[in-house]
């Protein structure tokens, strides 16, 4: 074993790369590795690419997505990963790599990047209530491999939201410091309001998705410009597109809209969304922006969602920051 402190970061997501780069910023750290467990979405993928140069890694491991099973890639990786002994490992996610690279690694200490709403949930189903040795088979085949699967290590948060500490675990707050260091000689046009879109079809119906875009260009007489979400269909984004005003349009960015807005020397007015992780960091960003969190209209369809996440969601913000489809003009279904 290499006696070298080194630094792991496990992501999937441009967000979580993101958090992974402000990590090391706010903790000075040096000697990082960064593994990317890349997934299905090619968008996803994409926007990574990108923006991997943040930040100059030691070493890049990418798990490229496949449909069938990866489990010997993964018992050579954490075989490799046994070489070093870690100060601190970072993920983002309670699932298999990072779960299992968890169990077998020597490490001082464990935090959670922010992943949106997810981290809470992982909070309060898995932190709080000290579950985290759950397992299915896909965990307990790296047994058959010599491997552990038993995490002992306390998981810690480094995260934007206010969850408190709770059986002895760490809370690091994310002030974002290092996209913060970008915000110069921008200025704000106060007539745009910026909507970031969220694939809500399985939750909201997208008549009144659509219906709610132009009632906020009639409620606020402002041009929305729409960001699409990577994760929204084309057959959606094509709907949208049909709505006929020139007061809204929709702008394709292809990267993660803090750094849209930061690139482009933009300080946004005023963002929208149903619900965004990217409402709090442009928040912590953009201090002087005005954020709105459109609330999800509650429904008998859409209940079970509503109670697993987006209750405990919306329960995090300012009551002020948060209108509901009455407030904008119209009748919630």
Do not use: C
Request: proline share 2%.
């Amino acid at each position: 074993m290499k006696s070298e402190y080194k630094n792991l970061f496990i992501i999937g997501t441009p967000l979580q790369l993101i958090n992974a780069v402000e990590a090391i910023n706010q903790f000075h750290l040096k000697n990082n590795i960064l593994i990317v467990v890349h997934r299905s979405l090619e968008a996803n993928k994409e926007q990574m690419e990108k923006i991997k140069d943040l930040y100059k890694w030691d070493e890049i491991i990418d798990i490229e997505y496949s449909k069938h099973s990866s489990l010997l890639r993964y018992v050579e990786l954490i075989k490799y990963l046994k070489n070093y002994i870690y100060k601190y490992i970072f993920i983002s996610k309670l699932e298999v790599v990072p779960k299992a690279i968890i169990a077998n690694v020597k490490k001082e200490k464990v935090f959670l990047l922010d992943d949106g709403g997810l981290t809470v949930t992982i909070y309060d189903k898995f932190i709080k209530t000290n579950k985290l040795n759950k397992y299915d088979f896909k965990e307990l085949r790296f047994l058959f491999f010599g491997l552990k699967i038993k995490i002992r290590d306390k998981i810690n948060l480094f995260t934007y939201f206010d969850l408190s500490p709770v059986n002895g675990i760490e809370i690091v707050k994310n002030k974002l410091t290092f996209l913060n260091k970008n915000i110069k000689d921008i200025k704000k046009d106060a007539n745009i309001i910026y909507f970031l879109g969220q694939p809500l079809s399985s939750i909201m119906d997208d008549k009144t998705y659509r219906n709610s875009l132009e009632s906020i260009i009639a409620k606020y007489k402002k041009k929305v410009i729409y960001i699409p979400h990577r994760g929204e269909t084309q057959d959606k984004i094509k709907y949208l597109s049909k709505l006929d005003t020139s007061m809204f349009s929709i702008q394709n960015i292809g990267m993660p809209v803090e750094l849209f807005f930061l690139d482009n020397k933009i300080y946004p007015y005023h963002i929208m969304s149903y619900y965004s992780t990217a409402l709090t960091t442009l928040d912590l960003i953009f201090q002087d922006t005005i954020i709105n969190y459109i609330k999800v209209p509650e429904n008998s369809g859409n209940k079970t969602v509503f109670d697993k996440a987006l209750r405990r969601y919306y329960g995090l913000f300012d009551e002020d920051k948060i209108l509901t489809l009455q407030d904008l003009g119209m009748q919630e279904s």
